[in-house]
């Protein structure tokens, strides 16, 4: 996807693991759009919560391509851009593949979240109801439930438990 220096696009950046939250916090400083996504987890002892990447070194930025080559150039934010291979420059991510992508990781780690492999996925659907309603992915059965899965540049695929009667083929 072609981009112009000034145009607002979310870009997916890579930071050494175990920097994600440290680099998140730079870039809300600095008041610069991101994403990171990351749930809640429980220590094996006591009640002490921590968050937890949920994409090992990615974070996502959303700002120009000029701006996104300054925070990692001249303001020294620990990232490096995913390069698109066709054009040779910064990968971008449409902005409706990344809406999809938060809303299905954001619903919750226990009825959606991130799946860490490829599936063997089935038709095309969008969901017509619920908190997810718009959202297109394809339709996954497994173990008698029906999920809306949402792929991220053929890398990441989230998913959430979704009635089958608010699928709709597209």
């Known amino acids: 996807?072609?981009?112009?220096?000034d145009q607002t696009c979310w870009f997916a950046a890579h930071t050494?693991?175990?920097a994600e939250l440290g680099v998140r916090e730079r870039l809300g400083r600095l008041g610069t759009e991101h994403f990171l996504p990351t749930e809640l987890r429980s220590r094996t002892r006591g009640r002490a919560k921590y968050e937890k990447p949920l994409i090992p070194g990615l974070i996502f930025v959303?700002?120009?391509?000029?701006?996104?080559c300054a925070l990692a150039n001249e303001q020294g934010v620990p990232v490096r851009y995913l390069i698109d291979p066709a054009t040779k420059t910064l990968l971008v991510v449409p902005d409706k593949q990344?809406?999809?992508?938060?809303?299905v990781l954001n619903l919750s780690t226990e009825e959606g979240g991130l799946l860490d492999r490829p599936l063997a996925l089935g038709d095309r659907v969008r969901v017509t109801k619920?908190?997810?309603s718009g959202?297109?992915?394809?339709?996954?059965?497994?173990?008698?439930?029906?999920?809306?899965?949402?792929?991220?540049?053929?890398?990441w695929f989230a998913r959430a438990d979704v009635p089958r009667a608010w699928l709709e083929l597209i």
Do not use: I, N, W
């Not at 959303?62 to 996104?68: L, P, W």
């Not at 990344?98 to 809303?103: N, V």
């Open 1 to 5: 996807m072609a981009t112009r220096p």
């Open 16 to 18: 050494r693991c175990g």
């Open 62 to 68: 959303r700002t120009t391509k000029r701006q996104a």
């Open 98 to 103: 990344m809406e999809d992508f938060q809303r």
């Open 130 to 132: 619920g908190v997810l």
């Open 135 to 155: 959202v297109e992915g394809r339709v996954l059965e497994f173990h008698g439930r029906t999920y809306v899965v949402v792929e991220l540049l053929g890398s």
